[in-house]
């Protein structure tokens, strides 16, 4: 009994031994691969607005970007002393919606439209592309944000109804 569980032991620390120490074992995946990791490239944010009117005083913002399809967008419009109202609006091949209107009546005046991208409340996957504090994101309308210590987008647009 004792020479049995010994020579059982002895087969069992072998094939421990055998399968850890195996240098025949396939590489992995990424270890197969002969190309350097994908760099991303700098994304120099742009947005440019379109807007249409229409008969019941409803204002339609286009938001034309090139930030990744996902991204989450906060959208104001602001009038000085009178209409303010906000909305989320996402980024899906290249544009972002939103739709204001005042229950009071048509929006007349002069309005301001903000479109604020705060690269910290993104999705994983957008966050991927941009950085995860926005350390991929350039240009005119990228802005450091010191509260959250990564970077935001800001986009300010001047509009007459």
């Known amino acids: 009994m004792r ?24 590489p992995l995946e ?9 760099q ?18 409803m204002a339609h913002f286009e938001i034309e970007t090139n930030l990744p399809d996902g991204t989450s967008l906060s959208v104001h419009l602001s009038q000085v002393g009178g209409f303010k109202d906000n909305m989320s609006a996402n980024v899906n091949n ?14 007349k005046g002069s309005f301001e439209l903000t479109v604020y991208m705060f690269s910290v409340h993104q999705p994983t996957d957008v966050k991927a592309i941009i950085g995860n504090h926005g350390s991929n994101l350039i240009g005119d309308l990228v802005k450091a944000d010191s509260i959250t210590n990564s970077n935001r987008v800001v986009f300010k647009l001047d509009y007459e109804f």
Request: charged fraction near 25%; glycine fraction near 6%; include cysteine.
């Open 3 to 26: 020479r049995t569980l010994t020579i059982l032991l002895m087969l069992v620390l072998m094939f421990t031994v055998t399968a850890c120490n195996s240098s025949s074992a396939e």
């Open 40 to 57: 991303i490239e700098p994304i120099d944010v742009y947005m440019n607005v379109e807007v249409d009117y229409d008969r019941v005083g």
């Open 94 to 107: 290249g544009k972002a919606k939103a739709v204001f209107g005042d229950t009071k009546g048509p929006l």
């Open 30 to 38: 990424a270890e197969r691969d002969d190309e350097p990791p994908t």
